[in-house]
């Protein structure tokens, strides 16, 4: 999945692209649980604290290995058959293009879950355009093209829609689709005016309403307090930091974020101060 430039592969892991191990560990209710990679060039292993997975000898040691990860290819072989958490669903803006392909080739499959309406209707409340809904049609050339559907008869192709209209689209449509116990998802406030951040904010409280997880990263205070703010107890808002290979994370209260703002404090400039 990770491709940059004309580089691909998961050295990326690895701090410095040289170390030969990575690892994230946390305590749950006094549990310890921690996912591992061991590299071994060009092989990646991947080892949790479950147990589960195929014995392999990595140098001297014996490991435990889940799954299967190369150096320089994002090409990913084998991963044990049992699933290490409940179905999970990643979402980031560079995401999008790679959803709407999912949606163009697997459009016979959604058109009537009834998803694409609902999501349209919701659409029109954020936007000056009405949508009735989404349709997949031939455009220019005979290629074909997903299209938001308005009240007057007009098609708009998703891709001429702003990037924050396409980013929510997408997310909500694949979001129906997938079902996920825990859903991802990176800088989320990325090409979204306030009134659509808003209305996602109130989207993702219905989601955790549910029982469902939500994860998601910001770069933005005024975005934190939002969410948070409208997810009231449900929310924690946590600063993290990547610093010579070591994670670091603080929680925040909302109020300490609402001060952090009236203060003009970037966050990303006090890092150091505040960790």
């Not at 701090?15 to 990646?44: M, T, W």
């Not at 129906?176 to 659509?196: G, R, S």
């Not at 009231?232 to 290979?245: F, P, W």
Request: charged share 25%.
């Amino acid at each position: 999945m990770h491709e940059t430039l004309n580089s691909e592969g998961y050295a990326f892991l690895f701090n410095r692209y040289a170390s030969k191990e990575a690892r994230v560990e946390c305590k749950v209710d006094g549990e310890e649980y921690f996912l591992q990679f061991i590299r071994d060039d060009p092989h990646i292993y991947v080892s949790t604290s479950k147990g589960i997975g195929w014995q392999t000898k990595v140098g001297n040691k014996e490991i435990v290995c889940v799954g299967e990860l190369y150096t320089e290819k994002k090409h990913i072989p084998f991963s044990t058959q049992k699933a290490l958490i409940n179905n999970t669903f990643l979402l980031s803006s560079s995401l999008i293009r790679l959803g709407y392909n999912y949606l163009n080739n697997n459009w016979a499959l959604i058109v009537n879950l009834g998803v694409c309406k609902r999501v349209a209707e919701e659409v029109s409340a954020l936007s000056n355009e009405k949508y009735t809904d989404l349709t997949i049609e031939p455009f220019l050339g005979g290629r074909l093209s997903i299209n938001a559907y308005t009240r007057d008869g007009y098609r708009i192709r998703l891709g001429d829609l702003g990037e924050g209209v396409q980013n929510y689209i997408v997310a909500r449509v694949l979001y129906e689709i997938a079902e996920p116990e825990v859903f991802l998802w990176d800088d989320v406030e990325a090409h979204f005016n306030p009134k659509m951040l808003l209305s996602i904010s109130e989207w993702f409280s219905n989601v955790v309403d549910k029982g469902k997880q939500v994860i998601l990263t910001t770069h933005s205070l005024e975005a934190a307090r939002m969410i948070a703010g409208i997810g009231g107890e449900k929310a924690k808002i946590y600063l993290t930091s990547l610093n010579n290979g070591v994670f670091k994370a603080k929680e925040l209260t909302l109020k300490e974020v609402e001060d952090l703002l009236k203060a003009g404090i970037d966050v990303r400039v006090a890092e150091p101060l505040l960790l």
